[in-house]
């Protein structure tokens, strides 16, 4: 996912039944009107490791965005949303901070399989069970579809308008980058 918006392959992505990525990995891409900073991370839900673990590594991609993320995404596939994926938004928040949510863009992959069902974002978003339905809600409607191993073109346009969608959530913040120790001291 990461590669699809950086245009070029740069974090390790494959099919495999053991989780991938172990570490937190920063990609830049420099051909945009801004500069570009993905940082990829472990999944809070790893085949390898204890949700303990995961979390201090997960926790350490925030030193690595100082002064703060623009935005958090939070990766989901087009499909069911399994009890254990139902779990991903408290650990998001139980990483990050309970504001987190408020940073966040929801980024569901496989379009490629949603469009040939002839599906569409709106519907599958539509159709979804309570509590998908409820972090759309809680994400105030940002999320974005994309097919990873689309063309160069359909990568781009999910890019520009992820981009979109962040611009208007930072307007609605305020402008302000996420950052959890400011959270951490007005309350
Ligand atoms: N058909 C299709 N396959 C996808 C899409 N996105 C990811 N995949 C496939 O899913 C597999 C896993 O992708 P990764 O990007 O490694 O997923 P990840 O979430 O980083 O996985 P971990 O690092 O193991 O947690 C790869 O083989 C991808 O090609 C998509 O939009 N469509
Ligand atoms: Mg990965």
């Excluded at 992505?13 to 500069?35: D, F, H, P, Y």
């Excluded at 809070?44 to 100082?66: G, Q, V």
Aim: hydrophobic residues 35%; proline residues 3%; contains cysteine.
């Amino acid at each position: 996912m990461g590669n699809s918006l950086l245009g070029y392959k740069f974090f390790e992505a494959k099919s495999s039944s053991e989780s991938v990525t172990r570490s937190c990995k920063m990609g830049w891409r420099q051909n945009l009107s801004t500069i570009l900073v993905i940082i990829d991370t472990p999944g809070f839900i790893d085949t390898n490791r204890s949700p303990e673990e995961t979390h201090t590594e997960i926790n350490h991609s925030l030193a690595m965005t100082e002064p703060g993320p623009h935005a958090f995404l939070l990766v989901l596939e087009f499909g069911r949303f399994t009890d254990q994926e139902k779990n991903i938004p408290a650990l998001l928040q139980s990483t990050f901070g309970t504001q987190a949510i408020e940073h966040t863009i929801l980024v569901f992959t496989g379009f490629d399989k949603l469009l040939a069902e002839g599906t569409s974002v709106e519907e599958f978003i539509n159709g979804a069970d309570t509590t998908l339905a409820q972090l759309v809600v809680q994400c105030k409607n940002r999320y974005v579809g994309i097919n990873n191993q689309g063309s160069e073109e359909e990568k781009n346009k999910a890019l520009s308008k992820l981009l979109g969608i962040m611009e208007e959530m930072l307007k609605a913040n305020g402008g302000k980058l996420f950052s959890k120790s400011s959270y951490e001291t007005m309350h």
